[in-house]
C-alpha cells in the first residue's frame, strides 16, 4: 500500500499560506498536517483557529489537525468546525483519554491519539480499537526541523503487533525530523503516514520531495 504524505505547514512561509496550501493541492501530498501549539503542554506557540479556517479555505486536501496542547477537549469542537478531518489529542494531557476519544467521534472527526517519546506504547492497550490513527512523535513535541529519534523503529514494531492483535483500524503516523534516511525504514517498520515539515518546504522543490515520498 502506498504511503499517506502529510505536509506540516509548520515549517510553511505563513506569510504566503496560500501559496504554500495550493502547493500541497497540486502535490501527491494526502494531507495537510496543521500544527496546534499552546506555549503550556510545549514549549511554543504555533497557530490557532483562524489560521485553520483560512487554510481550509484553500485546501483541496484533509486538514491532520494535532493538538499539543493541555484540555484539548475544550477546543475540539472548534477546529472540527474550522475544518479538521482528523484531530489528535496527546496521550500525556488528557488524563481521561477514553472520554476525548468518545468526544472526537461523537464530532465526527478522524479521531487521533499523539504520544511524545517517551510514552510507551502500551497506553493505547485499552484504547486502540476506538482510534482511528496514532501519531507516534519521534522527536520531542514543539518544533520543527528537530532530529529523528531511532527508538522510534522499535516502538513502530510494538504499535504494529497491538494494532494486529485487536485487528485496530488505526493508522501509524510518524511526526518529527522524517527525512530521505529515514522514510522507507520508517514504511518497512509499518508506518503508513509521514509527516514531513522541513524536509518538504527547505527544499526548492517541495512538489518532487513529497513525489518522491510517496512512491516509497
Ligand atoms: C513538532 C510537530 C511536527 C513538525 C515536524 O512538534 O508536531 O509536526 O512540524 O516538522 P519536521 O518534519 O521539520 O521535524
Ligand atoms: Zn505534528
Redesign the pocket.
Known amino acids: 500500500m502506498k504511503p499517506i504524505i502529510a505536509p506540516?505547514?509548520?515549517?510553511a512561509d505563513f506569510a504566503n499560506l496560500e501559496r504554500e496550501i495550493t502547493m500541497i493541492n497540486e502535490s501527491e501530498g494526502d494531507w495537510i498536517?496543521v500544527?496546534i501549539?499552546d506555549g503550556v503542554f510545549?514549549p511554543?506557540l504555533s497557530m490557532g483557529i483562524p489560521v485553520v479556517e483560512a487554510v481550509k479555505r484553500h485546501a483541496r486536501k484533509p486538514l491532520d489537525v494535532?493538538l499539543?496542547i493541555v484540555q484539548p477537549e475544550r477546543f475540539v469542537e472548534a477546529f472540527q468546525k474550522a475544518g479538521a478531518a482528523t484531530i489528535s489529542v496527546h496521550a500525556e494531557a488528557c488524563p481521561h483519554l477514553h472520554r476525548n476519544i468518545q468526544q472526537l467521534k461523537q464530532l465526527g472527526v478522524q479521531a487521533g491519539v499523539?504520544l511524545n517519546p517517551h510514552t510507551p506504547i502500551s497506553v493505547l492497550q485499552h484504547v486502540i480499537s476506538e482510534i482511528d490513527l496514532v501519531?507516534v512523535?519521534?522527536?520531542?513535541?514543539?518544533?520543527?526541523?528537530?532530529k529523528?529519534i531511532e527508538g522510534t523503529y522499535q516502538k513502530i514494531k510494538e504499535l504494529r503487533r497491538l494494532i494486529s492483535e485487536t485487528g485496530s483500524k488505526a493508522l501509524i503516523e510518524i511526526?518529527?525530523?522524517?527525512?530521505q534516511a529515514n522514510a522507507k525504514p520508517l514504511l518497512e517498520a509499518g508506518a503508513d503516514v509521514l509527516?514531513?515539515?522541513?524536509?518538504?518546504?527547505s527544499s526548492s522543490q517541495p512538489k518532487e520531495v513529497i513525489r518522491q515520498l510517496k512512491a516509497l
Not at 506540516?8 to 515549517?11: D, E, K
Not at 512523535?137 to 528537530?146: I, L, R
Open positions: 506540516s505547514i509548520l515549517a498536517h500544527d501549539m510545549v511554543n494535532h499539543m499523539a501519531c512523535m519521534s522527536v520531542n513535541p514543539g518544533f520543527g526541523g528537530q529523528f511526526d518529527g525530523g522524517v527525512n509527516v514531513a515539515g522541513n524536509f518538504v518546504f
